[in-house]
């Protein structure tokens, strides 16, 4: 009986090269203090501050708590698929992080699944958390499971929006200034996006506006699913052209070095 000791050179096969690269992109993500301060700290800071917020916004009628949780949630997509991937991108690119995996067996594709699950299961983290801390806070869900359904449709729409966005930022700016932009975006969206406040609560005039944004789209979105009256196909078709023109934008003009 022999054995066979031969090389067999090859790369690895592309699904394991993804888990790996997810795996990393986790990690990395999970160490970056700065990242962690805007996936939980803010929006759990929010979610207790807010919760009794009847003297310091007005987020209309009914209880603050259950307007304030299903924007909070849509907080912490934005903050992951938006802000933090951009920022992470921009720095990989100006330290030749990028370009150096560009020479690896690793795809570029298989870089962006990479970035994509790591997205996914730092937003599964947040969700749960935040979810739970809602609930703790008097937090009363309506919609039944079908909230649920659309809480998950919602935030991979969102995500792919804002995750194109944040492509399409960090592969065309310099880091320092996707660093900037990325931020200043998240405080203009967070005080006048409509992702915490109810699109009902802006002056009459700016309401079309902020509707058209991804932040809108859905904040309002998850707020109408957790009333039972589900998101309209305005909401839907918003993230879908937010993420096709941003997607389409970003493969065209992303550098990778």
């Given at each position: 009986m022999s054995i066979d000791l031969s090389p067999a050179p090859g790369a690895a096969p592309l699904r394991r090269m993804i888990a790996s690269q997810a795996i990393i992109e986790t990690r990395l993500l999970v160490r970056n203090a700065e990242q962690l301060v805007l996936a939980l700290v803010i929006p759990l800071l929010i979610l207790v501050v807010g919760s009794d917020s009847s003297g310091i916004v007005d987020l209309g009628p009914g209880r603050p708590i259950d307007t304030l949780a299903p924007g909070v949630l849509a907080l912490a997509v934005m903050s992951t698929a938006f802000t933090s991937l951009a920022i992470a991108t921009g720095f990989e690119r100006r330290y030749g992080v990028l370009k150096r995996l560009g020479a690896s067996p690793l795809p570029r594709l298989g870089l962006?699944?990479?970035?994509?699950?790591?997205?996914?299961?730092?937003?599964?983290?947040?969700?749960?958390?935040?979810?739970?801390?809602?609930?703790?806070?008097?937090?009363?869900?309506?919609?039944?499971?079908?909230?649920f359904g659309w809480l998950l449709v919602l935030t991979v729409l969102g995500t792919a929006a804002f995750g194109s966005l944040a492509l399409l930022i960090a592969g065309t700016l310099p880091a320092e200034a996707t660093l900037a932009v990325a931020n200043l975006v998240y405080v203009v969206l967070l005080v006048g996006g409509a992702v915490l406040v109810p699109l009902s609560r802006y002056p009459e005039a700016a309401q079309p506006l902020v509707r058209l944004l991804p932040s809108g789209a859905l904040g309002e979105g998850l707020r109408d699913a957790f009333t039972g009256e589900g998101p309209g196909v305005m909401t839907v078709l918003v993230l879908l052209v937010w993420a096709c023109v941003a997607g389409a934008a970003a493969s065209r003009t992303f550098r990778w070095e």
């Amino acid at each position: 009986m022999s054995i066979d000791l031969s090389p067999a050179p090859g790369a690895a096969p592309l699904r394991r090269m993804i888990a790996s690269q997810a795996i990393i992109e986790t990690r990395l993500l999970v160490r970056n203090a700065e990242q962690l301060v805007l996936a939980l700290v803010i929006p759990l800071l929010i979610l207790v501050v807010g919760s009794d917020s009847s003297g310091i916004v007005d987020l209309g009628p009914g209880r603050p708590i259950d307007t304030l949780a299903p924007g909070v949630l849509a907080l912490a997509v934005m903050s992951t698929a938006f802000t933090s991937l951009a920022i992470a991108t921009g720095f990989e690119r100006r330290y030749g992080v990028l370009k150096r995996l560009g020479a690896s067996p690793l795809p570029r594709l298989g870089l962006l699944a990479g970035k994509g699950g790591a997205v996914a299961v730092v937003q599964c983290v947040q969700l749960i958390v935040l979810g739970v801390a809602a609930l703790l806070l008097g937090w009363h869900p309506g919609g039944g499971p079908a909230a649920f359904g659309w809480l998950l449709v919602l935030t991979v729409l969102g995500t792919a929006a804002f995750g194109s966005l944040a492509l399409l930022i960090a592969g065309t700016l310099p880091a320092e200034a996707t660093l900037a932009v990325a931020n200043l975006v998240y405080v203009v969206l967070l005080v006048g996006g409509a992702v915490l406040v109810p699109l009902s609560r802006y002056p009459e005039a700016a309401q079309p506006l902020v509707r058209l944004l991804p932040s809108g789209a859905l904040g309002e979105g998850l707020r109408d699913a957790f009333t039972g009256e589900g998101p309209g196909v305005m909401t839907v078709l918003v993230l879908l052209v937010w993420a096709c023109v941003a997607g389409a934008a970003a493969s065209r003009t992303f550098r990778w070095e």
